[in-house]
């Protein structure tokens, strides 16, 4: 039997089996590219998607855990952006996907997709966050490029542009 969630606010019957990899049903059903296998052991951050709002890693979460349950993927982050400001429509890229091309925040950019998922959640929940609320949030994502400074950099600029009703 299929198992029904809604992924980037539009609903998706899967058929597949309930233990399957969510990481798997997005990339190889739903072919979405932003969440990506890193460690496959829920410890790098770079499958990481949102729940119901909240972060999460994919690798490990079976399809039986999100039936019925609301996915962002990276490719859903405007429409989420939209939904969470009321905004008329979607900008083209969520106010953090645009600072981090500002601030180059990335070098190799395999990280990219658990950086921003998480710093998304954590500036809907907190949109001024400090230096050490960012740290502490961004902790459980590795990259091996070393850009956590401009990471940083990239959220405070961010949470600037969302103060200012920055789209
Ligand atoms: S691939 Fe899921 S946390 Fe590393
Ligand atoms: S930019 Fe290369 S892993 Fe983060």
């Known amino acids: 039997m299929a198992t029904r969630l809604i992924v980037n606010q539009r609903m998706q019957d899967v058929d597949a089996a309930p233990d399957t990899p969510l990481l798997y049903i997005l990339?190889?059903?739903?072919?979405?590219?932003?969440?990506?296998?890193?460690?496959?052991?829920?410890?790098?951050?770079?499958?990481?998607?949102?729940?119901?709002?909240?972060?999460?890693?994919s690798c490990v979460t079976p399809l039986s855990a999100v039936a019925g349950k609301s996915v962002t993927t990276l490719e859903g982050l405007p429409a989420l952006y939209a939904q969470q400001k009321k905004l008329a429509s979607a900008p083209e890229?969520?106010?953090?996907?645009q600072a981090v091309i500002d601030e180059q925040a990335l070098q190799c950019g395999y990280c990219y997709?658990?950086?921003?998922?998480?710093?998304?959640?954590?500036?809907?929940?907190?949109?001024q966050p400090s230096v050490e609320q960012i740290r502490t949030a961004m902790n459980g994502h590795l990259c091996r490029c070393g850009t956590y400074p401009r990471m940083i950099k990239a959220i405070q600029r961010a949470s600037r542009a969302i103060a200012g009703g920055g789209r």
């Open 93 to 97: 890229l969520h106010p953090l996907q």
């Open 113 to 127: 997709n658990g950086q921003i998922i998480k710093g998304a959640e954590l500036l809907s929940k907190n949109p």
């Open 27 to 57: 990339s190889n059903n739903l072919e979405l590219q932003g969440p990506r296998f890193g460690c496959g052991l829920a410890q790098c951050g770079s499958c990481s998607v949102l729940l119901d709002g909240v972060e999460i890693r």
